[in-house]
Nanobody, 120 residues
Framework: QVQLVESGGGLVQPGGSLRLSCVVS????????MGWYRQTPGKSRELLAG???????NYVDSVKGRFAISRDNGKNTMYLQMNSLKPEDTAVYYC??????????????WGQGTQVTVSA
């Protein structure tokens, strides 16, 4: 059974930093394209950053230069380093693992989310 577990959220002051972790179990992270999303009440889940199985990364404009996504395939863990945090970064942050299986079609897994609150 594939599980994704996020950690590292919390309360931070504006301008501060947090590092989120997403530990994957039950499969090999290296096989998946991975992403960090966030969601606020009443809004759709937003893709922030992605890291493909081949290692390339991409970011939404609102977090470019402030957030950095990385993966450690040996530890089956993905990270999101968040710097220069702003109140508008307050949200529940989710990690996602996705790949295409020839037999089962698209496989799509989500973590339970971790709350990030940016406030003075």
């Amino acid at each position: 059974q594939v599980q994704l577990v996020e950690s590292g959220g919390g309360l931070v002051q504006p301008g501060g930093s947090l590092r989120l972790s997403c530990v994957v179990s039950g499969t090999l992270l290296s096989r998946y394209d991975m992403g960090w999303y966030r969601q606020t009440p009443g809004k759709s889940r937003e893709l922030l950053a992605g890291t493909a199985s081949g290692g390339s990364t991409n970011y939404v404009d609102s977090v470019k230069g402030r957030f950095a996504i990385s993966r450690d395939n040996g530890k089956n863990t993905m990270y999101l380093q968040m710097n220069s945090l702003k109140p508008e970064d307050t949200a529940v942050y989710y990690c996602n693992a996705r790949r295409m299986s020839v037999v089962r079609g698209q496989l799509d897994y989500w973590g339970q989310g971790t709350q990030v609150t940016v406030s003075a």
